[in-house]
């Protein structure tokens, strides 16, 4: 049985780098109009965050926590790599 607070982590962090990114479109919207900038760094941390869960959990998930951590990792990789560095740097 998946863990519910292990899953609403990996969807905390993954929603940190989407927001740090660009992505989620109301906070988005709302942080370009109040002057705030996209932020690269926080995105990476999240990523770097996301591996570890991924190798201080290894062995101990069950198969839908394992599975939502992947993607989680895929996605943040997949947002980074179209982002462009000149417009997510803080």
Same mark, same amino acid.
């Given at each position: 049985?998946? +863990?519910?607070?292990?899953?609403?982590?990996?969807?905390?962090?993954?929603?940190?780098?989407?927001?740090?990114?660009?992505?989620? +479109? *109301?906070?988005?919207?709302?942080?370009?109009?109040?002057? @705030?900038? %996209?932020? /690269?760094?926080?995105?990476? /941390?999240?990523? %770097?965050?996301?591996?570890? !869960?991924?190798?201080?959990? /290894?062995? +101990? !998930?069950?198969?839908?926590?394992? /599975?939502? !951590?992947?993607?989680? @990792?895929?996605? @943040?990789?997949?947002?980074?790599?179209?982002?462009?560095?000149?417009?997510?740097? *803080?």
């Amino acid at each position: 049985m998946s +863990n519910t607070d292990f899953l609403g982590l990996i969807q905390s962090l993954t929603a940190a780098a989407e927001t740090s990114l660009g992505q989620l +479109n *109301a906070l988005t919207s709302r942080m370009q109009r109040d002057g @705030v900038s %996209r932020n /690269r760094a926080t995105a990476e /941390r999240s990523l %770097r965050l996301l591996e570890m !869960l991924v190798q201080k959990t /290894r062995g +101990n !998930l069950d198969a839908s926590e394992a /599975r939502a !951590l992947s993607e989680a @990792v895929l996605n @943040v990789k997949k947002l980074l790599a179209e982002t462009p560095l000149e417009k997510a740097q *803080a």
